[in-house]
């Protein structure tokens, strides 16, 4: 006799642009603690390489990436979305134009890192979730202090031993873009 396969529910599929290794381990926390909330979600996050750090050309990546991925896996993206770091807006205001224009377009979501991945990451740490250091270096320097054994490119498991839903809700709670993208995937 043979056995009966139960059909699992299809689970939304959502695209999750990051810069860098250290966004990918963080998003990929998102992931499974989102997951383990509610299945009924999938978050495919995608390194934006080559992106350097230019906020069009890693829009214009993500948006490369969910088209070949839409086309040949046949499915749509029920969210879109990219990680990104504020410290490089400004630079170019035609360019800056340009990327905003692209990711409305394409109902891209922008999370804004303000000024950085590590400040945002920061920003996670009981009590540290009003502070804005003014740069890059200034956020790793001040996150250093807070979390001494922190590591650039940390992985999820290791990002998880101070960073949990409780620490990614506070951080919400001052970060507007990351907030929305959060409730949007029901994970606020």
């Given at each position: 006799?043979?056995?009966?396969?139960?059909?699992?529910?299809?689970?939304?599929?959502?695209?999750?642009?990051?810069?860098?290794?250290?966004?990918?381990?963080?998003?990929?926390?998102?992931?499974?603690?989102?997951?383990?909330l509610?299945?009924?979600?999938?978050?495919?996050?995608?390194?934006?390489?080559?992106g350097?750090?230019?906020?069009l050309?890693?829009?214009?990546?993500?948006?490369?990436?969910?088209?070949?991925?839409?086309?040949?896996?046949?499915?749509?993206?029920?969210?879109?979305?990219?990680?990104?770091?504020?410290?490089?807006?400004?630079?170019?205001?035609?360019?800056?134009?340009?990327?905003?224009?692209?990711?409305?377009?394409?109902?891209l979501?922008?999370?804004?890192?303000?000024?950085?991945?590590?400040?945002?990451?920061?920003?996670?740490l009981?009590?540290?979730?009003?502070?804005?250091?003014?740069?890059?270096?200034?956020a790793?320097?001040?996150?250093?202090?807070?979390?001494?054994?922190?590591?650039?490119?940390?992985?999820?498991?290791?990002?998880?031993?101070?960073?949990?839903a409780?620490?990614?809700?506070?951080?919400?709670?001052?970060?507007?873009?990351?907030?929305?993208?959060?409730?949007?995937?029901?994970?606020?």
């Open positions: 006799m043979r056995r009966r396969r139960t059909a699992r529910p299809q689970r939304r599929p959502v695209f999750l642009g990051c810069e860098g290794e250290s966004e990918r381990g963080y998003a990929t926390l998102i992931g499974r603690l989102r997951e383990q509610r299945p009924d979600l999938h978050l495919d996050v995608k390194l934006l390489r080559p350097g750090g230019d906020p050309a890693l829009v214009q990546r993500a948006c490369e990436i969910i088209a070949r991925n839409e086309r040949n896996h046949d499915f749509r993206y029920t969210v879109r979305a990219i990680l990104l770091d504020s410290d490089k807006l400004g630079q170019t205001p035609t360019r800056d134009e340009n990327m905003i224009r692209i990711a409305e377009g394409e109902r979501h922008l999370i804004w890192q303000e000024p950085s991945h590590e400040a945002l990451l920061l920003r996670h009981d009590g540290c979730q009003t502070l804005r250091p003014p740069s890059a270096a200034a790793l320097t001040e996150l250093l202090r807070r979390w001494p054994d922190y590591m650039k490119a940390s992985s999820a498991d290791r990002l998880s031993t101070r960073i949990g409780q620490q990614i809700a506070a951080a919400a709670s001052v970060e507007t873009s990351l907030r929305e993208f959060l409730r949007t995937i029901g994970f606020l």
